[in-house]
């Protein structure tokens, strides 16, 4: 008989059963504690995480609203009368105004000291204490005013450079830079800042005549820390 034709043979012998495992009711007891320590450990983190998310926004919300903007400079005047005297050298003087606004809501600004320096091609040519220290509140402004002058000893210009500036006239423009160095405090409420060294740096050009040219009037000046 060929293996095809074999009848097939049912195996009737005992299958194994699983075994059962019993366990106490301390077990069960002990799943259950593990299951509810899970359970509220996963809600404390959760409120946990929800609490700190909206602290987060909150202070950034805080930060939005009172972080200090850098004070906003501007020429308003600046002129140099002796140009179109003769000669002028004897009488040099420069004058000078700049507005101070600050723009922010409710921070306040000390000026604990100020100091103003001017350029003619990148040279120190003069300085001179400005304001006394003072407080600015927000929403402010204030008018800096300064002269630097030989007589005073603010300005050193001798008669080689008075010739540069003379010669610069003739072509219908003189070029100056204002710089202003001052250490600021902000304060919000009761709260003071660290000092900050500002520093101020105002481009302006003076016509023939020694007053300055309209395109620079009211022009924004520039404003960095170190």
């Known amino acids: 008989m060929s293996s095809s034709d074999r009848l097939p043979i049912r195996d009737t012998r005992p299958q ?17 504690r593990e299951s509810f320590t ?18 987060l926004i909150v202070l950034f919300i805080v930060w939005l609203s009172l972080r200090p903007h850098r004070p906003r400079f501007h020429m308003i005047d600046f ?7 003769k000669p002028g050298l004897d009488n040099a003087v420069i004058t000078f105004n700049v507005t101070a606004r600050n723009s922010n809501q409710h921070i306040g600004i000390y000026y604990d000291s100020m100091e103003g320096f001017v350029y003619y091609k990148d040279k120190q040519i003069g300085s001179t204490p400005l304001l006394h220290p003072f407080f600015q509140e927000p929403k402010t402004t204030t ?8 007589g005073a000893a603010t300005l050193a210009v001798n ?9 610069d006239r003739q072509h219908g423009t003189v070029y100056f830079r204002l ?24 481009d302006v050009a003076v016509g023939s005549d020694g007053l300055i040219l309209p395109a620079w009037k009211n022009r924004k000046c520039s404003v960095y820390f170190s």
């Open 159 to 167: 008669s080689r450079r008075w010739k540069e500036f003379v010669n």
């Open 143 to 150: 008018v800096v005013y300064g002269q630097f002058g030989i």
């Open 38 to 55: 899970t359970r509220v450990t996963k809600v404390l983190c959760s409120i946990f995480l929800s609490f700190l998310l909206v602290a």
């Open 179 to 202: 710089g202003i160095m001052s250490v600021i405090r902000f304060k919000v409420s009761t709260w003071k800042s660290v000092h900050h060294k500002m520093h101020v740096n105002c």
């Open 79 to 85: 002129t140099v009368p002796g140009l179109a005297q």
């Open 16 to 32: 194994p059963q699983p075994v059962k495992h019993h366990h106490s009711a301390r077990y069960y007891a002990q799943r259950v």
